[in-house]
């Protein structure tokens, strides 16, 4: 003998069989009624595409952490000179932080499909892949309504309590040009993040390059003095910018449209053409 | 019912699927068999319209993939079971479908118990599913939408032994109610086990096809005789070609019956006789993987 001891193969877990009882399928439940010769609407597809913004654990929390950033802001204002900020200014406070993060979503939204290989699924079921595209939109601009609803909701609660507690002034008044103005800039940071996301097809790399950047623009334009006249419309952070004042110039607007066709457009166009056109593996 | 015309797919200088025709019947297992790398995947999803061909048609139910209303409706795919985020839970992947194919969700705790996962099982994210999980879901979700067709490449990897044999019973249940199953694999042993029909694909070419009884068939008979140059002399006689196939037996080309009738014929006592059990497709298939081998070897 050397020693080594045979075990005899016991039914332990490794030979547990995960086959159901009957073990002979005998015959597989059907749908009744005739199979559909519609194809799926762009409202069922918008549906499933939200889902899938939420029902992944990372994110779900990614959504969560907006509105946790959302809130923190105003916490921060809420024990900065008082707490005596109009309800305006509350809802204002959260541009910033919520133009960076909304942005992501769409990033998220286009690239998880290849980074995940789910689009092996999404594509096999939906095969017009520019049908696909719009229902992502939607569900990202959903998203981004919604971020818009949390501010002005939480913003309200805020005020109201700074009101309550802490005695600050009441100012509850609110243009429809700033709540217009802020929610165009959600959705256009959105649609850009949809279409870096669908022009890298990366994750990192798209983030990466959205986030960065605005810090370019500022670096070169503090450098080289042509590049910062070109940043007044060409970047995005400096073009949005008096979307929250309430008020736009006509050149203004000018600017706004110049670098939304070139930041915002173009990459849609292009991601939508390489999605249409890649192989999905 | 698939129907696949003349396709050809070229990455560069490569030639991945190269002039490629075959047919799917309804009512029957076709098996796709071929070494890794054959093309057959490729093949796969430019069926499922997720790859362009360079050219050549492919049709499902007589029209192209993306041409299908509700193509989940129709067709059940299964292209890679791991190719799910691994945030999601097993059940909310089936949800997702169900939602998409507009049919009702009682109909996901239906597929989950045919391909027997657990409530339990269902509810936990598919990072921590074993790759046989992954194909159970994976043919969960094919079967969600009650296609007519299937198609699945590999669906028996990382299944166990009686998870295998649950599959080819189950496959073999689908078939026999009238549906199209085309079944990928680069296991010839697993393929014989199931399939009525066999394609067989190696570099990008399909090198035969035929029903399961022609490809065995065709390999010929093995006969053994105690006086091996009797036998020899008696097959002659008869113009029967055979071929010395170790150990003293002959492989002859022709059918057992001729062959037992010739040595009967000229006083031959036999040892052995029967049809020479797919040896022939199992050669072509050694012969397939052969060239892919060699690196190991030389390694």
Request: aromatic fraction near 0%; proline fraction near 11%; avoid cysteine.
């Given at each position: 003998m050397n020693g080594t001891t045979l075990t005899t193969p016991t039914a332990g877990p490794a030979a547990e069989?995960?086959?159901?009882?009957?073990?002979?399928?005998?015959e597989l439940p059907r749908i009744p009624g005739p199979r559909p010769t519609k194809p799926v609407s762009l409202a069922t597809l918008s549906r499933v595409e939200w889902r899938k913004q939420v029902d992944t654990r990372a994110g779900l929390w990614f959504m969560l952490s907006i509105g946790l950033v959302v809130a923190a802001v105003m916490v921060i204002m809420f024990f900065v000179q008082q707490g005596n900020h109009s309800y305006g200014d509350y809802v204002a406070g959260t541009a910033m932080p919520l133009s960076i993060l909304v942005p992501i979503v769409g990033i998220l939204a286009a690239t998880s499909e290849w980074s995940q290989r789910t689009g092996l699924t999404t594509f096999a079921l939906e095969p017009k892949r520019g049908k696909v595209i719009g229902a992502k939109t939607v569900a990202s601009v959903v998203t981004a309504l919604l971020s818009m609803v949390v501010a002005l909701g939480l913003g309200a609660a805020m005020h109201g309590l700074a009101v309550a507690v802490r005695g600050a002034d009441a100012d509850w008044s609110l243009t429809w040009s700033f709540v217009g103005g802020m929610l165009l800039m959600l959705v256009l940071g959105l649609l850009q993040g949809l279409g870096f996301g669908l022009s890298l097809l990366n994750t990192p790399g798209a983030i990466v390059a959205y986030l960065v950047l605005p810090t370019v623009w500022a670096i070169l334009g503090g450098m080289v003095s042509w590049l910062s006249d070109a940043a007044k419309w060409l970047d995005m952070t400096a073009t949005t910018g008096p979307l929250l004042e309430g008020q736009m110039t006509g050149e203004q607007w000018a600017q706004l449209g110049t670098s939304t066709l070139v930041w915002v457009v173009l990459p849609l166009a292009f991601g939508t053409w390489r999605v249409l056109r890649s192989e999905v593996k | 019912m698939i129907t696949v015309n003349s396709l050809t797919k070229r990455y560069g200088a490569v030639t991945?699927?190269?002039?490629v025709s075959f047919e799917v019947k309804p009512g029957q297992v076709t098996g796709f068999l071929g070494?890794?790398?054959?093309g057959k995947s490729t093949t796969m999803r430019i069926l499922c319209g997720l790859t362009p061909a360079t050219s050549g048609t492919a049709t499902v139910l007589g029209r192209p993939y993306a041409a299908l209303p509700n193509p989940g409706r129709h067709v059940g795919v299964l292209l890679d079971a791991s190719a799910q985020h691994a945030g999601r839970t097993g059940r909310e992947v089936l949800n997702l479908g169900a939602t998409l194919m507009g049919i009702d969700r009682s109909r996901v705790d239906e597929m989950l118990s045919v391909v027997g996962l657990t409530d339990k099982e269902s509810n936990r994210r598919i990072r921590n599913y074993s790759l046989g999980m992954r194909q159970r879901l994976g043919i969960a979700h094919a079967l969600l939408g009650d296609p007519q067709v299937l198609v699945l490449d590999e669906p028996a990897n990382g299944l166990d032994p009686a998870g295998i044999r649950w599959m080819r019973s189950l496959l073999r249940g689908f078939a026999d109610e009238g549906g199209t199953v085309l079944l990928s694999s680069h296991l010839l042993n697993e393929i014989e086990r199931v399939a009525d029909d066999i394609i067989v694909i190696g570099r990008g070419r399909i090198v035969a096809q035929g029903t399961k009884d022609e490809l065995l068939r065709g390999a010929g008979t093995t006969v053994r005789a105690t006086d091996e140059q009797a036998l020899w002399a008696a097959l002659e006689a008869e113009g029967i070609v055979a071929q010395a196939s170790g150990s003293g037996a002959l492989t002859a080309e022709a059918e057992p019956a001729e062959v037992g009738a010739a040595a009967a014929k000229h006083g031959v006592a036999l040892v052995e006789l029967r049809g020479a059990d797919g040896r022939g497709l199992e050669d072509m298939f050694l012969e397939l993987t052969a060239a892919d081998a060699r690196e190991e070897v030389a390694a």
């Open positions: 069989s995960r086959t159901p009882h009957h073990a002979s399928v005998k | 991945a699927v190269d002039d070494p890794n790398g054959a």
